[in-house]
């Protein structure tokens, strides 16, 4: 997770003309590891105003809520290793997709509690920010996911992956969930253009404002898994997940991960921030309906052909 | 609770901005403090907020953190030595400080600078407006979202940095303006440097622009917010680039040329929209017109001396003070106590990058202003902030800060 710091300074660096760390370890590949043990001994400071139960639970919150969101991405097919089943995940659910869209958007919790419980106006604003946006975009992630699954008739995210190992990728099967997955996945996880909520120029850094030390280092690092979740996922329902030719189940996840990760990265370098109501209005007003009447047409032509 | 204080507070220049009890239903949620450390007030500018959820019901600019008394200290100085103070007025454009203090004094003694001097002073003049106005792109760029802009600005800004340090030695306060002329003649070459420095400035400005101009986001952003109209910036005393944002075509450099301006072709960039947008365009479009300006200045650079030849003003060649009594005492003098101005009063303005740069100096004959009054663009821009965000939201403050481009060592001086 860590190392995702390490290559989106490197990557932004290159695209702002400049070099990144490259001063700690060969290449700066020690860098992320000098961050963490900084942040690791920085004393802990809780702001008078602060609540002083929420304060420290949010941003465990949110770090509990990405990493188990991630548990159910598979890297490769299930395997048998002597006479047991070994899930090519941390975890196979049945009901995946469910569980994933449930979780991630336990994750908002940490945001608003957070926001709310720093006794600062500036964290407020964006944990309220936070709340709005995530939960708008969540909808469109979850009508999006919903076109896929109906497509591959499972919830599992190995199903799904075995469906496409052997058809087409859904990225082809079905672009616009495709398109309004990424708008929202960017949205969900609070990158920019999307970046609202902590928007640095406007509330100084929303709703992580006071946090410091550790604690703010949760909040980070579970933003980071999201990126990571949401790119695995990508991949996972529109572009076949481990399923690949030569490389084994991993090495494909990893690679089309990554390239979801440089978007992400590349949207960051290129584009300013939209402003609140623009933002609300974009999903409400636009990718809501294009969701439904996808959702819609999905589900015609699913009960039509099959 | 509308008492005087708040009325006064909220009526500048004969308009009244809607007072926060009287709009939105008189329901105010949140008064947020912005700045004076906040990461996009430009510096030490405090923007009080009235919020009602993210909406802006009233605005109170606070200034004043960044106050050094320049304008106090330079009564006890000389006006060759006032000349540094200027520098940390605007410190993003430092060189029209120190043009608009010469320039005043010139025009109190009634000094001709001879023309070369004139052409590089109006040549560094458009330089330090790209400067300055590359600051502004990075910086406004940065505020709505756009990091890379930044770095890119920042880039360019930095070879005009080194064409002014080997003007002058320095890389933020030049100090190289003197009164009737510049401190040096332009190093062997560098006239060259910086026409080929134009020809890429071009290119990456068209790269800015790419990141920019169209991009959707941008306009969302930029296009009908913070408008102001033409009356309104008139009565608020709005100059520079944000007034020829609301249709206005006023340059002092048109308007009352000083220096080389009566001899360059250049036009002045007017859009009519009142908007952030606009003021962007205008202040892109400038930089065009300077690069003109700049091209025009080095291919008829004319030859001779860049100081005035007036012994009042010029020190003695170094070679007849050290062999002539009489020079040698009139060099301990011109050092010691510099120049006395005729009595009287003169206000000169210039066009700064960031809008009129005037410099009012009352003279009692001696060898110091009596009083030296700046009136600085960004003060007077700085009123028009509250008009701006009037029913905007909290993201447009920032956006609106920048599109007037201030600087609160110009603001406070």
Known sequence: MAYMTWFERRVIGRLQVRLGPNRVGIGGLLQPLADALKLFFKEDVRPARADRILFPLAPAISLFAALAAFAVIPFGPTTRIAGVEVPGGIANLQVGLLYLVGISSLGVYGLVLGGWSSGSKYSLIGGLRAAAQVVSYELILGLALVSVALVAGTLSLEGVVGGQANGLPYVILQPVAFLLYLVAAVAETNRAPFDLPEADTELVAGYHTEYGGMRFAMFFIAEYVNVITVSALAATMFFAGWSGPFLPGPHWLFIKMLAFLFLFVWLRATLPRLRYDQLMRLSWSVLLPLALINLLATAVVVAVTR | ?413
Not at chain 2, 152 to 165: A, Q
């Open chain 2, 1 to 413: 609770m509308a008492t005087d204080l708040e009325q006064a507070r909220q009526s500048i220049g004969g308009l009244s901005v809607e007072s926060v009890t009287e709009t939105g239903e008189g329901r105010r949620d949140m008064v947020v403090n912005m700045g004076p450390q906040h990461p996009s007030t430009h510096g030490v500018l405090r923007v009080v907020l009235d919020l009602q959820g993210e909406n802006i019901v009233g605005t109170d600019v606070q200034i004043g953190y960044l106050h050094r008394g320049i304008e106090k200290l330079s009564e006890a100085r000389t006006y060759t030595q006032v000349i540094p103070l200027t520098d940390r007025t605007d410190y993003t454009a430092a060189m029209t400080g120190n043009q608009g203090l010469c320039v005043a004094v010139e025009r109190l003694m009634e000094l001709e600078v001879p023309p070369r001097g004139r052409y590089i002073r109006t040549m560094i003049a458009e330089l330090q407006r790209l400067a300055s106005h590359l600051i502004w792109l990075g910086t406004h760029a940065m505020d709505i979202g756009a990091a890379t802009v930044f770095l890119y600005c920042f880039r360019e800004r930095e070879r005009i940095l080194d064409f002014f340090e080997a003007f002058s030695g320095a890389r933020l306060t030049y100090s190289y303006y003197r009164v009737g002329g510049v401190a040096g003649d332009a190093p062997p070459g560098i006239l060259q440097q910086i026409y080929e420095f134009t020809n890429y400035f071009v290119d990456r400005l068209a790269e800015n622009e790419e990141l920019l101009t169209g991009n959707d986001i941008w306009l969302a952003r930029t296009q009908g917010v913070g408008i102001i109209s033409a009356e309104e910036a008139v009565a608020i005393g709005l100059t520079g680039p944000s007034l020829r944002g609301s249709g206005l075509a006023y340059d002092i450099r048109k308007a009352e040329p000083y220096e080389a301006y009566a001899d360059m072709d250049f036009e002045i960039p007017v859009f009519p929209d009142g908007d952030v947008f606009a003021r962007y365009r205008v202040r892109i479009e400038e930089m065009k017109q300077s690069v003109r300006i700049i091209r025009q200045c080095i291919e008829h650079m004319p030859d001779g001396p860049v100081n005035v030849q007036d012994s009042r003003v010029t020190p003695p060649k170094r070679e007849v003070a050290m062999t002539h009594m009489e020079s040698m005492i009139n060099h301990f003098m011109w050092n010691i106590h510099s120049f006395p101005t005729p009595k009287g009063e003169v206000y000169s303005a210039i066009e700064s990058p960031k809008g009129e740069l005037g410099y009012y100096i009352v003279s009692d004959g001696s060898n110091k202003p009596y009083r030296l009054r700046i009136r600085p663009p960004s003060f007077c821009n700085l009123q028009a902030l509250p008009l701006l965000v009037r029913g905007q939201m909290i993201a447009d403050v920032v956006a609106c800060i920048g599109s007037i481009d201030i600087v609160l060592g110009e603001v406070d001086r």
